[in-house]
């Protein structure tokens, strides 16, 4: 049996944070989690419910993270 204290977690929803903390310089989020500066630098004042709001739109942003090919076309890679 292990008698240890449990250990002690927050209920709202975690950082999504995963220490690759380099900002994208045309899309404005961070390569890593997907957010903002504002968002990152917000997080810990946000409700359980801003926070769920936040990560519900990171999966959309990953995307816009492509490489773009050479040259100043625009196209982005398939």
């Known amino acids: ?22 900002m994208h310089p045309h899309e404005g989020i961070c390569v890593g989690c997907y957010r903002t500066l504002e968002e990152i630098a917000g997080w810990s004042g946000m409700s359980a419910d801003a926070r769920r709001a936040v990560i519900a739109e990171l999966p959309d942003r990953k995307p816009r993270l492509k490489k773009r090919r050479g040259g100043r076309d625009g196209r982005r890679d398939p």
């Open 1 to 22: 049996m292990n008698d240890a204290a449990p250990v002690w977690t927050r209920m709202e929803p975690q950082s999504p944070c995963v220490n690759i903390c380099v």
